[in-house]
């Protein structure tokens, strides 16, 4: 199975800075996938870069993928008290199940 | 419906009972994945569905755990014999097809409590 790490394990930060969290993984993927958590809820799909792609935006959301490294980087700028949440890299392959690690939790301050 | 619904969205039992989660994916969606997340933890793979078999069942934790998706789309999971280390939340996730992007569509659990 292919499990991403995801680091920090905790970010606390104030609104309107931006955060930023890893993620490593240790085989090839054929892409790579953001996930957030509000508390208590489901997770949200948020962003997939693919194996190809080296750098992805969606609104705030800036994902890059070191695939030599086998890391990825999810920077969230100008953060908002609503992007508290705790969130989690999901790498793919072929074989079919995502796993995941055990997120990092992001606090924005208002 | 528009997106994963699971039910009971919360249940309570007593060690030893019988437990059914059920997880109604997205219409059309052939990939059904269940995993379990406990407090301040990642989801933790159980099962997943292509289609009616299950392709990798490896994360189920033991035979007291079994997961049936008889007509390919309705999802159940059932707990025997409970255990107050089953007390977790039970996430369902489908998806369009394995081996696609992959993307998946979590539902938004069953939080079960073994007293």
């Known amino acids: 199975s292919q499990q991403g790490e995801e680091d920090p394990q905790a970010l606390s930060i104030q609104e309107g800075e931006n955060a930023t969290m890893n993620c490593s993984y240790k085989?090839?993927?054929?892409?790579l996938q953001w996930y957030r958590q509000n508390s208590g809820r489901g997770l949200v799909h948020l962003i997939l870069i693919r194996s190809n792609e080296r750098e992805k935006h969606s609104g705030r959301l800036r994902v890059t993928l070191d695939t030599s490294k086998k890391s990825s980087s999810l920077l969230i700028t100008a953060s908002r008290a609503a992007d508290t949440a705790s969130y989690f890299c999901a790498p793919n392959t072929n074989a079919g199940k995502s796993t995941f690690g055990d997120g990092t939790t992001l606090t924005v301050k208002p | 419906g528009a997106g994963v619904s699971q039910t009971p969205s919360n249940k309570v039992t007593e060690k030893g009972k019988y437990v059914e989660l059920r997880c109604d994916p997205i219409s059309g969606h052939t990939a059904l994945y269940w995993y379990r997340q406990s407090l301040g933890q990642g989801p933790e793979f159980l099962i997943y569905f292509q289609g009616t078999g299950a392709a990798d069942d490896s994360g189920l934790p033991n035979d007291r755990f079994f997961a049936v998706r008889p007509e390919g789309s309705v999802s159940t999971l059932k707990i025997q014999r409970t255990e107050r280390g089953d007390s977790a939340v039970y996430l369902c996730?489908?998806?369009?097809?394995?081996?696609?992007?992959?993307?998946?569509?979590f539902g938004e659990g069953s939080r079960l409590t073994v007293l």
């Open positions: 996730a489908s998806s369009p097809g394995v081996g696609l992007t992959g993307e998946l569509f």
């Open positions: 085989t090839s993927i054929n892409n």
